[in-house]
């Protein structure tokens, strides 16, 4: 399967793909006398794929794809990655877009799209490497979010920022330390870049000096840091409850 091949199973992850015109469909395969079969969203949806469309009896549906839900569909696709990021320099208002550095867990990048999506984020940006990227577990677990969520697969964090902040775009970078604000007293609005990282080892320095300002979530518990994902909610609400008010 190629690098930006994609497996998605289910019945709204599998619509929210076909009824879109962003990917390219290469394979439907659908359980006969499935739940998929008979669901309204699909039926709809599948009008504009007909050449794609292989129907397979139960047995062998469910013994090729038992160690997963499929609700008796599973979509093969292409076309999430976009390798460019557009420009923001006449744009105004407010723009808000994710950086991801160092995300390794494909649960947590999964948890994170979702969210991002829900909060209003333009846009997730992750490296190309040092990075889970979107596999087909970061796909099922946005639950459909992705394909509302521009992501875009980067060579250089570090250039990106660079090219960001010339188009006036403010560094916000999630991290604990003195020279750190609550994350509720910072201005998210106009446009902001979040920096989040992963547990253990974080941001990148070389990221955190670009920052223009760094913003930390005190814990009372035992733990010292939330789960990344969890982070993220936090300041992307906080950011859409500031915008929206």
């Not at 076909?18 to 290469?26: M, P, R």
């Not at 047995?59 to 979509?75: A, D, E, L, P």
């Not at 829900?118 to 979107?134: F, L, Q, W």
């Not at 994902?229 to 300041?235: F, H, I, T």
């Amino acid at each position: 399967m190629g690098k930006n091949q994609h497996t998605i199973y289910g019945i709204n992850g599998s619509a929210a793909i076909l009824s879109s015109k962003d990917y390219k469909i290469i394979d439907i395969f659908i359980q006969s006398g499935s739940p998929a079969e008979r669901d309204g969203n699909i039926t709809r949806a599948l009008g504009q794929h007909g050449g794609h469309i292989k129907f397979i009896k139960p047995t062998h549906f469910k013994s090729k794809y038992s160690k997963w839900r499929t609700q008796g569909i599973v979509v093969t696709f292409n076309g999430i990655i976009e390798q460019s990021i557009p420009s923001f320099k006449n744009k105004t208002g407010n723009i808000g877009l994710l950086i991801l550095d160092r995300i390794e867990d494909p649960q947590n990048m999964g948890q994170i799209i979702r969210t991002a999506e829900c909060a209003g984020i333009e846009g997730i940006i992750i490296p190309k490497h040092e990075s889970c990227g979107v596999t087909d577990t970061v796909i099922q677990v946005s639950q459909g979010a992705f394909t509302q969520m521009p992501i875009y697969e980067v060579n250089n964090l570090h250039q990106t920022i660079t090219n960001l902040k010339s188009e006036d775009f403010w560094v916000i970078a999630m991290e604990n330390s003195l020279k750190a604000k609550e994350w509720h007293k910072i201005d998210y609005s106009g446009k902001v870049v979040i920096i989040v990282g992963s547990e253990g080892r974080g941001i990148k320095n070389i990221l955190l000096e670009k920052s223009d300002f760094k913003a930390t979530i005190p814990m009372e518990g035992k733990t010292n840091s939330l789960n990344v994902s969890a982070a993220v909610s936090a300041v992307t609400f906080e950011r859409l409850r500031q915008i929206s008010s």
